[in-house]
């Protein structure tokens, strides 16, 4: 049946064991090359799924961060103006330096007018200058969004005793 070759037993012929072991091996090859085939395009389908939902991702981010800048321009707008306005001597005076401090400041983040208008209470016999500051910023525009976004900041500024009294 089986000879000798250095040692080791060698069979001559084949059992039905081992011709379902071939048999089972060829088919599990060929399964492999079936799908790895199938599987041959899906990266491709894949980026193309998720490239753009990652760049609407990101524009997003961009939105969202102009926004938050935005939010810092106006509050930081508001600080200045209510400095410039609490050094003058007057209170036309004082508005007028508001507005165009706010202006300044906001020229390159507002896509509309900057209003700024005195909330705190008198001029004569006030301690404070109290202005609200607002401007619409682009933001969400970029993406397509029409949503309205107006920013509003408030800041306070203690008035000037030495400016008002030579006055």
Avoid at 139 to 148: N, Q, R, S, T, Y
Avoid at 158 to 167: M, Q
């Amino acid at each position: 049946m089986g000879g000798t070759r250095r040692g080791r037993v060698v069979a001559s012929v084949r059992t039905p064991a081992s011709v379902r072991t071939v048999a089972s091996g060829l088919a599990r090859a060929l399964r492999r090359r079936v799908t790895a085939a199938s599987d041959r395009g899906l990266s491709t389908i894949e980026v193309v799924i998720l490239a753009p939902v990652m760049i609407l991702f990101i524009l997003v981010l961009v939105a969202f961060g102009q926004l938050v800048d935005g939010r810092g321009a106006v509050d930081g707008a508001a600080r200045d103006a209510a400095r410039a306005g609490s050094i003058q001597k007057d209170l036309g005076t004082a508005l007028s330096e508001a507005k165009a401090a706010a202006q300044a400041d906001l020229a390159d983040v507002c896509s509309g007018p900057v209003t700024v208008r005195q909330t705190s209470a008198g001029w004569t016999d006030a301690e404070f200058f109290t202005v609200e500051v607002s401007c619409r910023i682009r933001g969400l525009a970029m993406l397509g969004l029409d949503v309205p976004t107006t920013l509003t900041g408030t800041s306070t500024s203690p008035l000037d005793p030495f400016k008002r009294k030579t006055a």
